[in-house]
């Protein structure tokens, strides 16, 4: 099949991962809350809280792979409304649903959407006190594009975070884990949009993307100081923090 588990090279990645995010924008927010029995929303807080964004005017942050907005709308939150934050994703279907809901929040001012890839980011050096990046940076074909990239934009003293799937490193709960991923995920997919397969890809890329302590080595490598992270739910999720001194 079209995502089966041959190599793919990068340019087809990024291809695959730009239908499956077209197919579903319409329907992601729903499929985030089944596929991970809701657990997206307390790992998405959990980074918020980690982040403390300041409540001052000016404050201005970046949510790469910001897709329908979960990450920014809770930055402006957090900051009583006082952020400015670009929410910039490769697709612009996941964009429009981003706008949208802005709307419908009442936040839509604090907000820019830009439509751009990590790798080249459209913004100058020194820009941002904060970058984002959640459930985003395993579909970047070059990841450490990605990381210098958020290196340039951020100002010195600006906070790196990234959310992501990593490895479980709790027994029984790493079996429970496998058996969600492989089973249950690409059958709702297959229930929710009519088609599994493209889940089985997005598992894959779970399981070939760096663990904890290989991809803080990335993060170091990219520039950033202070590199530290926290698991939660026994891993499967992950956040990254770094520095840009
Ligand atoms: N951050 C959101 C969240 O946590 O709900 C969305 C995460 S979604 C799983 C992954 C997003 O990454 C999609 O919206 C997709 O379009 C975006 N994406 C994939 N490749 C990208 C790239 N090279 N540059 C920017 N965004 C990309």
Request: aromatic content about 12%; glycine content about 8%; overall charge neutral.
């Amino acid at each position: 099949t079209a995502y089966g588990f041959r190599t793919v090279d990068e340019t087809e990645k990024q291809g695959l991962v730009n239908t499956v995010f077209h197919r579903v924008a319409k329907r992601y927010d729903v499929m985030n809350d089944l596929m991970s029995a809701g657990l997206h929303r307390v790992w998405k807080d959990a980074m918020i809280s980690w982040l403390a964004p300041s409540k001052r005017p000016g404050y201005r942050a970046l949510d790469v792979a910001g897709g329908t907005g979960d990450i920014a709308f809770r930055i402006v939150e957090a900051s009583r409304r006082m952020a400015d934050v670009t929410v910039l994703d490769i697709n612009g279907s996941m964009l429009e649903v981003g706008r949208e809901r802005a709307e419908k929040k009442g936040i839509a001012d604090n907000l820019t959407f830009v439509e751009a890839n990590a790798e080249e980011l459209p913004f100058e050096d020194n820009s941002f006190d904060a970058y984002t990046i959640a459930f985003g940076i395993r579909n970047v074909p070059h990841i450490d594009r990605a990381l210098s990239e958020a290196f340039r934009v951020l100002r010195p003293g600006g906070r790196f975070l990234c959310l992501e799937f990593s490895e479980v490193d709790m027994p029984i709960l790493d079996k429970v884990y496998e058996n969600w991923s492989f089973h249950a995920i690409p059958r709702i997919g297959q229930a929710v949009t009519g088609d599994g397969e493209p889940y089985r890809y997005l598992i894959e890329s779970i399981r070939k993307f760096p663990n904890q302590q290989n991809f803080g080595a990335m993060i170091t490598n990219a520039g950033f100081s202070r590199v530290t992270w926290r698991n939660y739910s026994g891993g499967i999720a992950t956040l990254h923090s770094g520095w840009k001194i």
